[in-house]
T-cell receptor
Framework: AQTVTQSQPEMSVQEAETVTLSCTYDTSESDYYLFWYKQPPSRQMILVIRQEAYKQQNATENRFSVNFQKAAKSFSLKISDSQLGDAAMYFCAYRSMQGGSEKLVFGKGTKLTVNP | DGGITQSPKYLFRKEGQNVTLSCEQNLNHDAMYWYRQDPGQGLRLIYYSQIVNDFQKGDIAEGYSVSREKKESFPLTVTSAQKNPTAFYLC??????????????FGPGTRLTVL
């Protein structure tokens, strides 16, 4: 079974600075998807960014980018120019590409605090 | 507006009672999911349904039941057999369950507290 590990329960960053959240995963599959979700205090889950394992290029969405290291099974999220609205729980998630299910496996999350 | 609605937002239940959480979507999605979230834990999958009248157990299905009689609705019943039901419950949907990518969209959640 796949597992996702987020080793940083909490992180903090100064406004306008850059922060990196870590995620590692374990799988025997070669093709899969990886995601970062944001859960603000409202508790609404919001997709931040996704990465297909077969793509070598790291995904980028505005201030959010990932460092995908397939061999190391590592998938970190970098937030540049941090804003107060970035404060939230961040969850790393894995999804198999095998057909028939879109089951997501989540890590335990990292609570990000942004200091003004 | 298209989206997923969950009701109620807060729910209180006495021990030994069954309770049903509502999840409705108007996105015309085939697949729907129920997740449970506990403090310090990520989301864990309870049940999912890929198509009407069909559903499968997730990782923590014990003490829960679901039905999928309509495409837009996927209610979750928390039964008295669930030993620790106090948690935050999230419903999600996606266009289809297939090998290609389909984003899961989440509802706002229901906070269930057992008194």
């Amino acid at each position: 079974a796949q597992t996702v590990t987020q080793s940083q329960p909490e992180m903090s960053v100064q406004e306008a600075e850059t922060v990196t959240l870590s995620c590692t995963y374990d799988t025997s599959e070669s093709d899969y998807y990886l995601f970062w979700y944001k859960q603000p205090p409202s508790r609404q889950m919001i997709l931040v960014i996704r990465q297909e394992a077969y793509k070598q290029q790291n995904a980028t969405e505005n201030r959010f980018s990932v460092n995908f290291q397939k061999a190391a099974k590592s998938f970190s999220l970098k937030i540049s120019d941090s804003q107060l609205g970035d404060a939230a729980m961040y969850f790393c998630a894995y999804r198999s590409m095998q057909g028939g299910s879109e089951k997501l496996v989540f890590g335990k999350g990292t609570k990000l605090t942004v200091n003004p | 507006d298209g989206g997923i609605t969950q009701s109620p937002k807060y729910l209180f239940r006495k021990e030994g009672q069954n309770v049903t959480l509502s999840c409705e979507q108007n996105l015309n999605h085939d697949a729907m999911y129920w997740y449970r979230q506990d403090p310090g834990q990520g989301l864990r999958l309870i049940y999912y349904s890929q198509i009407v009248n069909d559903f499968q157990k997730g990782d923590i299905a014990e003490g829960y039941s679901v039905s999928r009689e309509k495409k837009e609705s996927f209610p979750l019943t928390v039964t008295s057999a669930q030993k620790n039901p106090t948690a935050f419950y999230l419903c999600a949907s996606s266009m289809s369950a297939s090998s290609s990518y389909n984003e899961q969209f989440f509802g706002p959640g229901t906070r269930l507290t057992v008194l």
